[in-house]
């Protein structure tokens, strides 16, 4: 009995080997990261003045995917910053909170919408959910 158990061993590490060592590359894999994105958009501070810097993250109740890496290349969301629908300033970061600056231009005076949009990092059939709630931004001079 002994020695059919050492006999084994050999052939399961030589079998194991051949299995790791044979895999080939597949350059024809597609990767498809799908996620959602949840959260408000958020700007600190939410009342400002022209010129004034304003940091923009997703707060509140999050939750998002950060970046995955799959065979050597990085997915994540890129969050894009809106205001009243034109986009003012992209995600500095690869996950979450996904802040990003911008300094306040030719805002007129009064309330203003604060939204994102998300698109994938990487061209092909990532898809990324967005449930951000928009928030509003106050310029007041």
Known sequence: MKTAKI???PVLLIALATTLFSCEEDDNIKVTI???VTGQA???PSTVKNGDEVQFTIGGRI????WNTINGEEYY???HYLIDGVEVADS???GLPFS???TVEDLAIGEHTLSVSITPSHSGEDSYTNKVTPST?????
């Open 7 to 9: 006999f084994l061993l």
């Open 34 to 36: 799908s996620s959602t």
């Open 42 to 44: 958020v700007a600190t």
């Open 63 to 66: 939750a998002g995917s950060e």
């Open 77 to 79: 969301p890129v969050v």
């Open 92 to 94: 500095e970061e690869k």
């Open 100 to 102: 990003a600056t911008y």
């Open 137 to 141: 931004i106050t310029v007041i001079e």
